[in-house]
Nanobody, 128 residues
Framework: QVQLVESGGGLVQTGDSLKLACAAS????????LGWFRQAPGKDREFVAA????????NYADSVKGRFTISRDNAKNTVSLHMNTLKPEDTAVYYC?????????????????????WGQGTQVTVSS
């Protein structure tokens, strides 16, 4: 079992920065891969970023590439999403998720159905 709790959301203005954090508990943090997803009102959930269990690999959706950075601290059991140059279209509920996989080759996961555990989400609102 893995429990995930997001924090750091809020209301910001266009061009601002925000850091989301996700604290994990349960099974050993370094044993699973992580991702961030988001869901805007009336839209499907979409992939934002992913990071492998040893931070070997990361990947981003094209819409956030160059603006967002995913990182993890295996000593503190946290994964973060640093968001810069925020835009109104970044407004959404942001979720962190964990995937329990037997593979340790640094592969990443981009589809929500591949993930086994989810946090409750944190709202990010970017005003224009």
């Amino acid at each position: 079992q893995v429990q995930l709790v997001e924090s750091g959301g809020g209301l910001v203005q266009t061009g601002d920065s925000l850091k989301l954090a996700c604290a994990a508990s349960g099974r050993p943090f370094s044993s699973y891969d992580l991702g961030w997803f988001r869901q805007a009102p009336g839209k499907d959930r979409e992939f934002v970023a992913a990071i492998s269990r040893r931070s070997t690999n990361t990947n981003y959706a094209d819409s956030v590439k160059g603006r967002f950075t995913i990182s993890r601290d295996n000593a503190k059991n946290t994964v973060s999403l640093h968001m810069n140059t925020l835009k109104p279209e970044d407004t959404a509920v942001y979720y962190c998720a964990a995937v329990i996989s037997p593979y340790t080759d640094g592969r990443l996961y981009f589809v929500g159905s591949q993930y086994d555990y989810w946090g409750q989400g944190t709202q990010v609102t970017v005003s224009s």
